[in-house]
């Protein structure tokens, strides 16, 4: 490894960080060998529901190279979205607190263009794309891959710092850097997430049924709620936060400092009758730039429906 590689590597971390990044790690960009082998078992019992892109692009899903040409790093950042700041309503339909504010896609997609800018400003020509949660790219593996984490047994990225309540993006950049460690597994011999989920979605230890999560059923199901879910969605509108807010690691989760995300007055002193009798118009102020928009009107009023009748 030259000096230069250590160099550019601090210097894409310290960027990182000064952009308000919570933590930054590097791995080599090369076929995700072991999950391979899991993805498709996981598509072959249809464990992503109606999330038909999943199974799209399954090459490029395991190996960046073939998303970047020439790539030698995947560059992961997180991004913290934890609040402690709640709904007043106790029965009003619950927003998982990622939607809280303006929609993550473009805070963070501004911050990976920046931190890009910086690169070819200071490192040079360096050829590369900037992901979130947009392309068919395995984040979390990702994200373990270099350190930031373990994939727990909620099939979330947890860090032993900071918990799980943070976004992940990428840089996939033909650049070689200095590549970080893996971290281990401390789930140990914890189920406290496969216990409380309300739909039973975690099948088993590190095994998600996709289509039974909240967080589909309520954003990316298109179609009725199957009626089999009546009174197990534990009041959730939008997403869902069960299987965080019961882990362990979540106690060192700090709240974040960026404002963009900072929840709007009016949405957590809403009340149960002003989620019920939702305008179109009202939606669309409410939230303008928010990542409920992904569910419109009309799919926030079929899941509050759902959570009455």
Known sequence: MTSSTKEFTQLIKSQAKSLGFLSCGISKADFLEEEAPRLEQWLNQNHHGQMGYMANHFDKRLDPRLLVPGAKSVVSLLL???????QKDPEAPKISKYAFGKDYHWVIKEKLKTLMAFIHEEIGEVGGRVFVDSAPVMDKAWAAKS????????????????????FIAELIIDLELEYDPPTTDHCGSCTACIDACPTEALIQPYQIDGSKCIS???????????????????QWAFGCDVCQTVCPWNRFAEPHQETAFKPREELLS????????????????????????????????????????
């Open 216 to 234: 589909y059923l309520t954003i990316e199901l298109k179609d009725q709620i199957p009626a089999e879910f009546q009174g197990k969605m534990d």
């Open 147 to 166: 350190g930031l984490g373990w994939v727990g047994k909620n099939t979330n990225l947890i860090s032993k710092k900071v918990g799980s309540f943070f």
């Open 80 to 86: 913290n979205y934890h609040t402690e700041q709640i």
């Open 270 to 309: 809403m009340t149960l009758k002003d989620w019920e009798e939702m305008t179109e118009e009202v939606f669309q102020v409410l939230f303008q730039n928010s990542a409920i928009q992904r569910t419109k009107h009309k799919g926030l009023q079929r899941n509050i429906k759902f959570l009455s009748s």
